[in-house]
């Protein structure tokens, strides 16, 4: 059976995510990164100071640190064909694929963070999850803006039929609200962020990753990746520039996750499995699925994190 391993990104975070990882070394593994970090990770994921595991910088390398430890636990039993990130689950999916080790990639996220909150100062960006349309709408509304207002929004992340992230300048993204709202559309959530990512307003932390990735050592793809930017496969094999490249454009670029989704179930992935914690990226791997008349069976859909599965 033809397995996909999806590596979930930030929002998927919660408080208590490594309390079940307590293999000795899993614990090394944790140590270690709270060594690169400066930082008790436990007591970070733990939330404590109150708010710490909602910042950025800490939010990144915390959800990697749980995903790379769940891929321990789940390749005991199984190895994917391909792997699939969302936003900063790129990075996870890069260690499980040989491309990244462990510890460049806690540092790589950390920084990553560190870049995108410097990028943008606070209170000025706004991200909102659009529901209900399809992109084509969405972006037809984007467009007026730019154009009228001569504002910053863009798609951020198309996650599945029917869920379009929105980003950019305050004023630009509120814009777009309104008007998608006098165009019928019911429901626009703002998120809690401020951090306007994968827009144009992330072209600084872009040029920062940029430069930051020139000297990260960055090994052959044991196993195929679908990159975000692009949604077509990648590797196996030597791809180091090309995989710096897609990772330097995944800040200002769209996170296409749903024809990222698509084109592994074209390519045959019968079973999906979730590594790391929580169930998102489950949930609309499913609503991609449905909207795939094509499909000649039904996905296999799993998740490692029993303590959220199906939430």
């Known amino acids: ?32 990164a709270g060594d690169i970090l400066e930082i008790n990770l436990l007591s970070m994921t733990r939330n404590e100071p109150p708010g710490a595991l909602d910042l950025t910088h800490w939010t990144q390398p915390v959800i990697l640190v749980a995903s790379v430890l769940a891929l321990g636990r789940i390749r005991e039993t199984v190895s994917p064909d391909i792997v699939l990130g969302h936003s900063l689950g790129e990075y996870s999916a890069l260690v499980a694929a040989g491309a990244l080790s462990f510890s460049d990639a806690v540092r790589l996220v950390h920084l990553r963070g560190r870049f995108m909150q410097m990028a943008v100062p606070e209170g000025e960006g706004l991200m909102a999850a659009v529901l209900g349309p399809e992109r084509e709408q969405i972006e037809k509304v984007l467009e007026r803006v730019r154009k009228e207002d001569q504002g910053i929004v863009s798609v951020a992340n198309d996650n599945c039929p029917g869920q379009c992230v929105i980003a950019g300048s305050r004023p630009s ?22 951090v306007p990512s994968h827009t144009s307003l992330m072209h600084r932390a872009a040029q920062e990753m940029k430069t930051l990735l020139a000297g990260v050592a960055v090994g052959p793809l044991e196993i195929p990746i679908i990159p975000n930017v692009t949604a077509v496969p990648i590797g196996p094999g030597q791809r180091a520039e090309e995989v710096r490249d897609l990772l ?9 996750w749903s024809r990222s989704m698509a084109a ?9 499995i979730e590594v790391g914690p929580g169930s998102v990226l489950t949930g609309l791997g499913k609503r991609i699925e449905r909207g795939m008349e094509a499909l000649s069976q039904k996905i296999v859909w799993e998740s490692t994190d029993r303590t959220k599965e199906g939430s």
């Not at 330097?248 to 296409?256: F, I, Y």
Request: some cysteine.
């Open 173 to 194: 993204v509120q814009r777009a609200i309104d008007l998608l709202k006098e165009a019928g559309v019911r429901k626009v959530i703002i998120l809690p962020v401020s």
């Open 1 to 32: 059976m033809k397995t996909a391993f999806l590596f979930p990104g930030q929002g998927s975070q919660y408080i208590g995510m490594l309390n079940e990882f307590d293999r000795p070394e899993e614990v090394g593994r944790i140590e270690e």
């Open 264 to 272: 592994a179930l074209a390519g045959g992935v019968q079973r999906c």
């Open 248 to 256: 330097v454009r995944q800040m200002e670029s769209p996170v296409e």
